[in-house]
């Protein structure tokens, strides 16, 4: 059974910073591109961030280019969101999802999805 | 950035009835679009993809249609279970979400 499961979710303050991680198992990681995508509370759904199966092609959203880095350790089927500069619009519940394509980032569905880790931004 | 604009806001239906979602891309998405359904306090699940094939474990009863700008998800009966939110998703042109539709009980 695949399982994503994500840590590292918290309270911040505004210009803080806080990692983000999720746990694979059931699948091998590697064949597949992952994906972080987040939802405020009570909101829709947003696409955050994305890495094919050997990080060589990455890809982000507008609203966090250049403050997130999304990575990815094969190793440890693991994967990861630094969130640097944290604003007040950040809060949400981030979730990982695994992508259905593996050389591309972009031509993906999300299948499966973790629960999920809610990050609060405030001070 | 392709928009997706998902109509009605909320659909509200009795268990057995016939609900029909839309889903409208700001510009032509082929068939490269996903539906998803999100129950209270649960993670999305992918229902359909390329319009129109349903996921492994999805029920007969959903079904998704339409190509261009305009798709269709249809859930034939609605089963209790099935009342939740659901949201469209484009991989035409980068990756971006409709703003859902909550499917309640009337």
């Known amino acids: 059974e695949v399982q994503l499961v994500e840590s590292g979710g918290g309270l911040a303050q505004p210009g803080r910073s806080l990692r983000l991680s999720c746990a694979a198992s059931g699948f091998i990681f590697d064949d597949s591109a992952m994906h972080w995508v987040r939802q405020a509370p009570g909101k829709g759904l947003e696409w955050v961030a994305g890495?094919?199966?050997?990080?060589?092609?990455?890809g982000y959203a507008d609203s966090v280019k250049g403050r997130f880095t999304i990575s990815r350790d094969n190793a440890k089927s693991s994967l990861y969101l630094q969130m640097n500069s944290l604003t007040a619009e950040d809060t949400a519940l981030y979730f990982c999802a695994k992508g259905t394509a593996a050389g591309s980032y972009t031509n993906n569905w999300f299948d499966p999805w973790g629960q999920g880790t809610l990050v609060t931004v405030s001070s | 950035e392709i928009v997706l604009t998902q109509s009605p806001v909320t659909l509200s239906l009795s268990p057995g009835e016939r609900a029909t979602l839309s889903c409208r891309a700001s510009q032509s998405v082929s068939t490269y679009l996903a539906w998803y359904q999100q129950k209270p306090g649960q993670s999305p699940r992918l229902l359909i993809y390329?319009?129109?094939h349903r996921a492994t474990g999805v029920p007969a009863r959903f079904s998704g249609s339409g190509s261009g700008t305009d798709f269709t998800l249809t859930i034939s009966s609605l089963e209790p279970e099935d009342f939740a939110v659901y949201y469209c998703?484009?991989?035409?042109?980068?990756?971006?979400f409709g703003g859902g539709t909550k499917v309640e009980i009337k």
């Open positions: 890495i094919n199966w050997n990080s060589d092609s990455i």
């Open positions: 390329d319009a129109s």
């Open positions: 998703q484009q991989r035409s042109n980068w990756l971006t």
